[in-house]
């Protein structure tokens, strides 16, 4: 059964700064692996998708890469600014359904 | 605008009332997905369905129910067999395999 990880759970650094969001995944027989922002009360906005036969997406400030033979994706934040704040979500996809990490919850202080 | 949308944004149940939240699309979607979500967990699966008039329970389901009778519509019923509904409800549709759209999500308390 497909079990997806982040760590931390919540992560607090100063504005400018790059950092680096973890997500792990048991099952490397992924479709493709997403993720997402959430702020407070919201729904979920997609950020970046990487297809299984890929290695990496980047979006402006965000590259998430993907390592299907650790079970492993990170998104890089950089340059960081307050209005990233908020929870990012990874999911992994297979068989038209998503599995979903429990999300890093990121504070980026003025 | 396309979009998803699901209302209402907040609503109350009393013990023993079944109720029922709603989720709409315009992105001409196939599929369309309901979610549960409690804090500090991931979101979980209750249904989904890929095609109208037909629906798959999720990891979740039991004390849920669901219809999709149209393309753009897949309301979530909470009965009163669900003994803990307290909880941020997120819907969402998909063109298939690609990336999930979510509304803004309907959070659940019990009165």
């Known amino acids: 059964k497909q079990e997806v990880t982040q760590i931390p759970a919540a992560l607090s650094v100063p504005e400018g700064e790059n950092l680096v969001l973890n997500c792990s995944f048991t099952?490397?027989?992924?479709?493709?692996l997403q993720w997402f922002r959430q702020d407070p009360g919201k729904g979920l906005t997609s950020l970046l998708l990487i297809q299984s036969s890929q290695r990496e997406q980047t979006s402006g400030r965000l590259n998430a890469s993907l390592d299907k033979s650790s079970g492993r994706s990170t998104l890089y934040i950089a340059a960081s600014q307050p209005g990233d704040s908020a929870t990012y979500l990874c999911a992994v996809a297979s068989n038209y359904q998503l599995i979903w990490g429990a999300g890093t919850k990121l504070i980026i202080k003025p | 605008d396309g979009g998803i949308t699901q209302s209402p944004k907040y609503l109350f149940r009393k013990e023993g009332q079944n109720v029922t939240l709603s989720c709409e699309q315009n992105?001409?979607?196939?599929?369309m997905y309901w979610y549960r979500q409690d804090p500090g967990q991931g979101l979980r699966l209750i249904y989904y369905?890929?095609?109208?008039?037909?629906?798959q329970k999720g990891d979740i389901a039991e004390g849920y129910s669901v219809s999709r009778e149209k393309k753009e519509s897949f309301p979530l019923t909470v009965t009163s067999a669900q003994k803990n509904p307290t909880a941020f409800y997120l819907c969402?549709?998909?063109?298939?395999?690609?990336?999930?759209?979510f509304g803004d999500g309907t959070r659940l308390s019990i009165l």
């Open positions: 992105l001409n979607h196939d599929a």
């Open positions: 369905s890929q095609i109208v008039n037909d629906f």
């Open positions: 099952d490397s027989a992924i479709y493709n």
């Open positions: 969402a549709s998909s063109p298939r395999e690609l990336t999930q759209h």
